[in-house]
């Protein structure tokens, strides 16, 4: 055996995830917070020219003269995330996956991922886990990490649009940042999915002594501290996109939206105060895709971009999270102001959380050693 040329990487399953910590929301909001502080600093790569990118995805065309390539059902398509993350972290990873909704019909998640994570230096293989849960709660943490800095410190009462899985992170998330919410709101669509979101909140958080199933998206946002659209929904027309409209607004609240949503225009009001997880991610969005944005990407936060290239609002009217993070731009300035937050999702999320959980593993013994080679045939 060479000792100098053998990898071993380690295979994480999902329970082994679990034991290695991944569905611990609090330290994953806490990671959260210090990945966005690199992100301010800089300290981190993403793909595309302007290292901001989300990803490169294979989607299917409509129409195809190989019977054998799929066709362009609702979210069918496969996607690689890759990014690099510095500070303790200094990994490399990519996120990969497949989705089709259709899987829920076999009683599959909609998308199937995998994380990859390299050691920086030689590109050799950390390990390679499961990451529906990996990506589940980064994804729920950073309405978390903006509800610490941007929701008020009494927030009581939240609503949320969706019952699933996302819902059930950023309701944890929440839990983590605001500890005095004692009632939620939920509109849902399917008695199974909603029963099942109710189960979990009676079982995940007694302390919420009020739950309230609503039937319309006003009656989610209306009286809300804090408010996140978790519904799922097609694309191509926003006018049809869960809406918020201004006088739903309580006065003080905080908007964490990481699905299909819209905005009136007193909601595109300066006065409003308008927050990207990280406004490269969106400027690498609009030139990737046609115009309006909008139209194909969902999240609130291209929306923004349509209304600067529109001339509704100016760049400078946006914020970053990271900023207000790392103490160069404020948190919450008054009581009343609304703040409405985009999260869109980025790879260095994952290689943060799943450095985190990596370690975990080593350090407790979980996970199955695989070995890559002794030493390599080819050099």
């Not at 109710?198 to 079982?203: R, T």
């Amino acid at each position: 055996m060479n000792a100098a040329t053998r990898i071993d990487f380690l295979y994480l399953s999902e329970p082994d995830m679990i034991k290695a910590g991944v569905t611990d929301m609090a330290a994953c909001v806490d990671c959260m917070e210090e990945m966005f502080g690199l992100l301010h600093a800089g300290d981190y790569r993403m793909a595309g020219a302007n290292n901001d990118s989300h990803g490169a995805m294979v989607m299917f065309p409509a129409e195809s003269p190989f019977p054998t390539m799929p066709k362009p059902t609702a979210d069918r398509r496969f996607m690689a995330m890759p990014a690099y993350l510095g500070g303790r972290f200094c990994t490399t990873g990519v996120k990969w996956y497949g989705s089709n909704v259709a899987n829920r019909e076999k009683g599959l998640p909609r998308s199937i991922l995998m994380f990859t994570l390299n050691d920086t230096e030689t590109g050799a293989p950390l390990a390679h886990m499961s990451a529906n849960l990996l990506s589940a709660y980064r994804t729920g943490a950073v309405p978390g990490v903006g509800a610490r800095h941007l929701a008020r410190n009494d927030a009581k009462i939240a609503g949320i649009l969706g019952p699933g899985v996302m819902a059930k992170t950023t309701l944890s998330a929440f839990m983590a940042a605001c500890p005095g919410i004692d009632t939620l709101k939920v509109k849902g669509r399917g008695e199974k999915s909603l029963n099942d979101f109710l189960a979990w909140v009676a079982g995940a958080f007694p302390q919420i002594t009020s739950v309230i199933v609503v039937e319309s998206i006003e009656e989610v946002v209306r009286g809300s501290d804090l408010v996140s659209y978790c519904n799922s929904g097609e694309t191509g027309d926003p006018s049809t996109y869960p809406i918020v409209r201004r006088d739903w607004v309580k006065p003080g609240a905080f908007l964490a939206m990481p699905a299909v949503c819209n905005i009136d225009e007193g909601m595109q009001a300066p006065d409003i105060r308008k927050v990207l997880d990280n406004t490269g991610l969106y400027e690498a969005w609009y030139e990737e895709v046609p115009k309006p944005a909008h139209a194909t990407i969902p999240v609130i936060g291209v929306k923004f971009m349509d209304m600067i290239a529109e001339g509704k609002m100016a760049r400078s009217d946006l914020e970053d999270l990271g900023a207000i993070v790392a103490g160069d731009a404020p948190g919450r300035r008054t009581d009343d102001e609304i703040v409405i937050m985009s999260v869109g999702g980025m790879p260095v999320e994952d290689v943060a959380w799943g450095t985190v959980v990596y370690r975990n593993a080593v350090e407790r013994g979980i996970g199955v050693k695989l070995n890559l080679w002794e030493e390599p045939v080819l050099r």
